[in-house]
């Protein structure tokens, strides 16, 4: 009889403890926001294509970069073979300047700044996720980041929950 009380007792905090485990699965933290973020498929894929700020066009005609070009529309930019070594042209120029790396930075969250619950969350189970985006370069390329204003960028991640944990979702 003893015997079957404390394997009663033990049941019962085992049942407890695995209750408490199942609902902290479903809370999502900061670091594990992260990891999940940094480990998706979606954030592996570098981009090479960096914004360019009023500042930094400048900056790169000061270093040799490129030059711009006297057109009717405007003053388009163009790759000086300095500047051939670091990028390999830009994109279209009418909405903003868009600079492309010869090598994409690795791109990884600099800070988590919030999580919320998304627009048709049920039950927690879609969350965004606010960040800040940063990009280091290799070898040679980080050259650009002394005359570029590279700075980190905000952004914004949808996470689902599923069964197994946390994913971004497309």
């Known amino acids: 009889m003893r015997v079957l009380r404390n394997v009663l007792f033990f049941l019962s905090v085992l049942f407890v403890l695995l209750a408490c485990n199942t609902n902290s699965s479903k809370e999502l933290t900061r670091s594990q926001a992260k990891s999940v973020i940094e480990a998706s498929q979606q954030f592996k894929t ?18 040799g970069y490129w030059v711009k070009k006297p057109w009717i529309f405007g003053a388009p930019l163009e790759l000086t073979p300095a500047g051939h070594k670091y990028f ?29 619950d998304a627009p048709g969350s049920v039950d927690g189970n879609l969350k965004v996720v606010e960040v800040m985006v940063d990009a280091k370069f290799d070898g040679e390329m980080n050259d650009i980041v002394k005359v570029l204003n590279v700075r980190p960028t905000k952004a914004s991640i949808t996470l689902r929950r599923y069964d197994d944990g946390w994913r971004v979702q497309e």
Not at 46 to 58: K, N, T
Not at 91 to 110: H, L, S
């Open 46 to 63: 570098s981009d090479p294509a960096i914004g360019l700020e009023p500042a930094d066009v400048e900056a790169g005609v000061k270093a």
């Open 88 to 116: 390999t042209g830009f994109e279209p120029q009418i909405q903003g300047t868009i600079v492309k790396c010869v090598k994409a930075p690795k791109w990884y969250i600099a800070e988590v700044t919030g999580i919320t």
